[in-house]
């Protein structure tokens, strides 16, 4: 709790950035001396937070679904302050947090889905970055709290939205289903995340039927380390086998077809890769 309590503290400031870095270096460290077939998962998860908050061009809009304590929105800002940012995030306590830290970000409280109706939410409280909406297998230390879910479309009409970042523990699939409409329309980056193994996440969403919307829209599939590199997307048993241990990555971006080649030189430059 102490610890949860400084991170959100600590968000949004030099010594908060500082941290994280010196985290994420610590991570690796202790990855290639513990369990270095991990290395790979890190990196790529890393990498993908990197990304995803500069890939978003001056003006457009960002969505980050599953705010928490705003580490995301923050490093959007920090990088470009003419992007329009939505937040969207259900636990109270960092809705309060968010609304302080950032009044310049259109906030929503509620989860998102398919369908609209009150639904309720299982509050970690160890660990509040893997609440949900699914029940975890393990119900010690839960809290369940009632949060109203709604759907992307109602929430968002605007037309400019050009990345959309995604992290709601197993309901990703429910969130592209209720943004439709918006993901035709603007077309986006998608970065969702996507963790277990498992052929579902307790929601009855499949990782054969999240693949398969995604292609059947016209996006590829790629993994963070490919984002600024050359070739097509995952193949529904690639996506598959990279959730098996030890699993490619946490997160994937989902890339219009059509954008494949500006998103790749997008991710370049901020690497700073020279083109080849």
């Not at 001056?58 to 302050?81: M, Q, T």
């Not at 119900?139 to 990345?163: A, F, G, M, Q």
């Not at 959730?243 to 500006?262: D, G, Q, W």
Request: with cysteine; aromatic share 6%; net charge neutral.
């Amino acid at each position: 709790m102490i610890l949860s309590l400084m991170k959100t503290k600590c968000v949004d400031t030099t010594f908060g950035r500082l941290a994280l870095t010196a985290r994420d270096a610590l991570e690796l460290v202790r990855a290639a001396y513990r369990s270095p077939e991990n290395i790979g998962t890190l990196a790529n998860d890393q990498l993908a937070t990197y990304l995803v908050t500069r890939l978003c061009l001056p003006g457009k809009g960002f969505i980050d679904i599953g705010a928490h304590i705003g580490s995301i929105v923050s490093e959007v800002i920090r990088h470009d302050h003419s992007i329009k940012l939505y937040a969207i995030e259900p636990m109270p306590d960092k809705v309060r947090h968010l609304r302080e830290r950032f009044p310049t970000v259109e906030l929503h409280q509620c989860a998102l889905g398919d369908v609209e109706e009150e639904v309720p939410f299982f509050v970690n409280i160890k660990q509040s970055g893997y609440s949900s909406l699914g029940r975890p297998h393990n119900s010690e230390d839960l809290e369940i709290i009632k949060v109203p879910k709604k759907r992307l479309d109602v929430l968002i009409s605007s037309d400019d939205i050009d990345v959309i970042k995604i992290d709601v523990e197993g309901a990703e699939l429910g969130v592209f289903r209720g943004g439709e409409a918006l993901i035709k329309r603007s077309r986006p980056t998608l970065m969702f995340e996507s963790a277990s193994p498992q052929a579902c996440d307790g929601l009855n969403y499949k990782k054969e039927s999240m693949w398969r919307w995604l292609n059947e829209r016209d996006f590829d599939v790629v993994v963070p380390n490919r984002v600024a590199h050359n070739g097509s997307g995952l193949c529904l048993d690639g996506f598959l086998e990279a959730h098996l241990y030890p699993r490619r990555t946490t997160n994937y971006f989902a890339i219009p077809k059509e954008r494949r080649i500006e998103i790749r030189d997008r991710a370049r430059a901020a690497l700073r890769i020279a083109a080849s």
